[in-house]
């Protein structure tokens, strides 16, 4: 079946640092790949999305690239801020099952920015 | 609504009774999913409504677990005989098409 795959966290970062997290993925048809946020004491929200090999989904000054050949979405920032600590999901959803189809969730990783 | 509304956002309950946690997605979305968030274990998927129907019931982890949805809008997750596992936060979320998924705050279940 379908799974996303996160490298191992916790992550700690001084402010302004450069920022990856690699998310790799297995799916068999033709998956959308999102990233979710989860900032201390909030819901889930949706951070960026790209629906088709080598699109670039962007936001706040993530961004991350669908690579069909690598299989992978890495989140990339150039600068981080304190305010960008939480904890991070990569995940993808596969149109086959229709355009309404769940969500499948890598482990999440925690980010911790540090002034 | 707005936004997804789950209620209640904090449940503690005693090992062995049954909880009910709701959900309101935001209206006119059609599907509407829960998930579990457990420490170290991530985001799993329990359940998926497409209008009151479950094409999707694979995540369900036991027979004490069951959702309905009536309506088209309000779901309601029950848990029987809750065990300390089942201690995690549930969130549910709810989309229409490709306008992406919303999901709400969660609720935080406690066993003891």
């Known amino acids: 079946g379908d799974s996303v795959t996160q490298m191992e966290g916790p992550v700690t970062l001084s402010e302004e640092a450069f920022l990856t997290i690699n998310c790799t993925y297995t799916?068999?048809?033709?998956?959308?790949l999102f990233w979710y946020v989860q900032y201390p004491g909030e819901g889930l929200q949706l951070l960026l999305k790209?629906?088709?090999?080598?699109d670039k989904g962007s936001n706040k000054g993530f961004e991350a690239t669908y690579r069909k050949e690598t299989t992978s979405f890495h989140l990339e920032k150039g600068s981080v801020q304190v305010s960008d600590s939480a904890v991070y999901f990569c995940?993808?959803?596969?149109?086959?099952?229709?355009?309404?189809?769940?969500?499948?969730f890598g482990k999440g990783i925690t980010l911790s920015v540090r002034p | 609504g707005a936004g997804v509304s789950q209620s209640p956002s904090n449940k503690v309950t005693e090992k062995g009774k049954d909880v009910e946690l709701r959900c309101d997605p935001i209206s006119g979305h059609t599907a509407l999913y829960w998930y579990r968030q457990s420490l170290g274990q991530g985001l799993e998927f329990l359940i998926y409504f497409q209008g009151n129907s479950a094409p999707d019931k694979s995540g369900l982890p036991s027979d004490r677990f069951s959702a309905e949805r009536t309506g088209g809008s309000v779901s309601t997750l029950t848990i029987q005989r809750t065990q300390q596992e089942d201690s995690a936060v549930y969130l549910c979320a709810s989309s229409l098409g490709w306008h992406g998924y919303t999901f709400g705050s969660g609720t935080r279940l406690t066993v003891v």
């Open positions: 799916a068999t048809g033709y998956p959308s």
């Open positions: 790209a629906t088709k090999a080598d």
């Open positions: 995940a993808l959803s596969d149109l086959r099952t229709g355009a309404n189809s769940k969500l499948t």
